[in-house]
Each structure stands twice: as structure tokens, then as C-alpha cells.
């Protein structure tokens, strides 16, 4: 393998029923960086049917060139396929670098092309980076329990590649109008061939926690002991009306369950607002929610890792000042609408009797 004749960046681009999903346009944000370090274009890859009309979305997040393969036989995902589709644009097109969201469908896709084309894999990367002298991509993630950030290289073999969660990249902002080369490819298979039908899709419409989408997040950790704990920070979550978290702890313990796990074995967010009661923030724990746009957090431990990333820390009793904080919080939210019927009375249109 001859490594100089691999130049890129690419981005796999999942859509569902011809909706793109987020997490490929966030990675677009990554891959500009990238490219941009390296001197090369920044592609995207979209599989599927009828599905030509979104390369417009994804050159207006960022990306110079699309490869497009749209057929029916990749309406639906599926390893054999998509395998088949992908493997053939790297055989051909030789990117140096290629990322996939950490989605169910990205990580197998990621997985089986690593296997088809002989390269490298990172799994649940966290920070990206690329060492330009040496054209090769630093991909780090927690290892050994957490305990340490692991960088791993792909020296010998391209493309590089990695699948890295949603939320963890902020996507850039919309270039309206923003144009670049659309490449059209073609999958030289049969319906009939293939090994794998799709028989039908079941689709779970069971109410689950969504985390991903929350503005403001309350999250309980290992100091608020049990479910007497997690109870008193539902009801801060509750006044706020934001969705409630928990680290792996809380979870293992059982006091709730895995759809509140926020981390590297949870769900990374990107809340407006993070407030992390009892949480010690071990690294698996802060990889989930460290890009959030603001970190509270409440621990009786001054060295506790949680304080490095928070951008207000108390360092106090959870259980002494969570009830203290829903108590202002409860009060504070009656104000707009006393102050609104004051506003009313002043102006003579509210009714009485």
C-alpha cells in the first residue's frame, strides 16, 4: 500500500427515509478542520435512494465534494450493501481520512468496511486531531476504565478511520447558497443477489428519554446515595421542567435506568444548561456532557475532576443545597407571573371579582 496515494477527508452522511441525520453534518465540522489543516477536500458520502436533492444540505454545512450512490437496492440499510457501496469508493477514490457518527447503522457500517478494505479502526472517538508532517490522524478516547486518554494512529494502513458520537462536535454554521462537486457513483448489484431481504420494519414506539434534545439537564451522581437522593434531584429537575441524567453509578445501583446514562457508555448531550449533583466526574462521565454551553456543578470534594470543567462550582452538601436551589428556583418562576398581572393591573386590563 502505497499511502501517498491517499488524499481526502470523508464524512459518511446517514439519512433515514431520505432525512439526513444530525450527526453527519456535525462531523462535517470536524472534517473542515481537518482538511483544512491537511490541504485537501473535505467529501461527503450518501447512500441511498432518491436521495440527490440532500447534497445541497451538506455542502451548506461544509463539505467541497459529495460521492452520491442512489439506488433502490440502498433504500434501506443494510451491512451487505452498504459495505459493498463504500468499499468501492475507497478502493477507488482513496481517501486518507475517513469519520461515521457512532450511530447504530454507523458503527456497523464503519466496522465491516474496516474488515473489507483492511485499515484501522477507532471506536467512540472523542478528540480528533492530525499531526500534518506525518499525515496522520490522532484519535483519542478514554481507555483502561477511563482512567486515561488513549491516542491511537493508523500507520501502515488507510484510510484512518473513526466513529465518533453525536453531540460531540457542534456542527458549523449554514452557508446558504454554498455549492461543490456532486460525484454520482453506481452499485453493480441485484435485489435478487443479495443474501439479506428486509422483510419489515417494526418501529418502537415505546416512550423513552431523550436526552440528545434536552436544552436544560439535572444529573444525580454517586453522592446522592439512593433513591431518596435521586428523588429529591427529580424534583429539582422537575421546577425546571428539564430532563433528568445520571452517571454509570446511579444506573449500576439500579435507582434508574441506562435511557438517563449520560457518558462514554450513556448518551452524550450538549445542554444549554448541565447541572451535575453528586457527580465526581470521572472522565467516561465528563466526555458526555463537556461541551455543554454551561456546567453547575455540586460536590463536597474541592479536587473533585468535575470542578475542571464547570463553569460554576459549589462545593457544599448536595443534599444541603439541591433543596435549597429547587425552593429559589420555585419561587423565582412565580415572579413573571405576578409581575405580569402587576403590568396588566398598571394598564388597566386586568379583570377582578
Known amino acids: 500500500m502505497n499511502l501517498d496515494d491517499y488524499r481526502g477527508v470523508w464524512v459518511f452522511i446517514e439519512q433515514k427515509e431520505g432525512v439526513l441525520l444530525e450527526v453527519g453534518l456535525e462531523l462535517l465540522a470536524a472534517g473542515r478542520d481537518l482538511a483544512d489543516k491537511l490541504e485537501v477536500e473535505l467529501c461527503g458520502v450518501l447512500l441511498g435512494d432518491q436521495v440527490k436533492s440532500l447534497t445541497k444540505t451538506i455542502f451548506e454545512a461544509g463539505a467541497d465534494k459529495v460521492y452520491v450512490i442512489d439506488d433502490p437496492v440502498l433504500q434501506l440499510y443494510r451491512t451487505e450493501t452498504y459495505m459493498m457501496a463504500v468499499g468501492d469508493l475507497v478502493r477507488k477514490y482513496k481517501p486518507e481520512i475517513f469519520l461515521y457518527g457512532a450511530t447504530s447503522n454507523g458503527k456497523d457500517l464503519a466496522s465491516a468496511v474496516a474488515t473489507e478494505v483492511l485499515c484501522g479502526l477507532t471506536a467512540d472517538t472523542t478528540l480528533m486531531d492530525v499531526n500534518v508532517d506525518k499525515r496522520l490522524f490522532e484519535a483519542s478516547r478514554p481507555a483502561f476504565g477511563g482512567n486515561i486518554m488513549a491516542t491511537i494512529l493508523c500507520k501502515k494502513h488507510r484510510p484512518q478511520m473513526a466513529t465518533i458520537r453525536p453531540k460531540v462536535i457542534k456542527r458549523l454554521p449554514v452557508e446558504p447558497g454554498r455549492s461543490g462537486e456532486v460525484v454520482e457513483e453506481f452499485i453493480d448489484v441485484r435485489e435478487e443477489d443479495l443474501k439479506t431481504k428486509v422483510v419489515r420494519i417494526v418501529k418502537d414506539t ?60 450513556g448518551i452524550t448531550v450538549t445542554p444549554k444548561v448541565y447541572i451535575a449533583i453528586g457527580i465526581s466526574g470521572a472522565i467516561q462521565h465528563l466526555v458526555g456532557m463537556q461541551n455543554s454551553d454551561l456546567i453547575i456543578a455540586i460536590n463536597t470534594d474541592p479536587d473533585a475532576p468535575i470542578f475542571q470543567a464547570a463553569h460554576y462550582g459549589i462545593i457544599a452538601d448536595a443534599f444541603e443545597v439541591t433543596p435549597l436551589l429547587t425552593s429559589a428556583f420555585q419561587e423565582a418562576l412565580k415572579e413573571p407571573s405576578k409581575s405580569s398581572l402587576a403590568k396588566q393591573d398598571e394598564e388597566g386590563v386586568t379583570s377582578h371579582g
Open 206 to 265: 415505546k416512550k423513552s428519554v431523550n436526552l440528545e434534545e434536552a436544552s436544560v439537564i439535572v444529573s444525580a451522581g454517586k453522592g446522592i446515595k439512593d433513591e431518596k437522593g435521586f428523588a429529591m434531584v427529580k424534583e429539582l429537575a422537575e421546577t425546571l421542567n428539564a430532563s433528568l441524567g445520571a452517571s454509570r453509578d446511579v444506573v449500576e445501583a439500579g435507582i434508574c435506568s441506562h435511557d438517563h446514562q449520560v457518558g462514554q457508555t
